[in-house]
């Protein structure tokens, strides 16, 4: 009963944003939908049409790194993980 009231959730939030509806606060404006699931679901309608807008572009000399950074009394710290398990 939840994962479809989920689902008709984010087919809302596609209609807006096929209808040129980009910004969050205009769906919640029109939707009585949570604005923290508005935002999740365009972050990921943006992320998939960036990956299929460049899913032709060559890749080969592409470095893919991941990178975590902690807060410490307001000092940045950055720590490079090379293969495994992120520590968060």
Request: aromatic share 12%; net charge positive; glycine share 2%.
């Amino acid at each position: 009963m939840v994962h479809l009231q989920f689902e008709a959730q984010r087919q809302t939030i596609i209609y807006h944003w096929l209808n040129g509806t980009r910004l969050a606060i205009e769906i919640h404006q029109k939707m009585s939908i949570s604005i923290c699931t508005i935002r999740y679901n365009l972050k990921k309608l943006e992320e998939t049409a960036w990956a299929q807008a460049h899913i032709n572009d060559n890749w080969d000399m592409t470095i893919f790194t991941d990178e975590t950074a902690f807060d410490f009394f307001q000092n940045k710290v950055k720590r490079w993980q090379k293969n495994g398990k992120r520590p968060i």
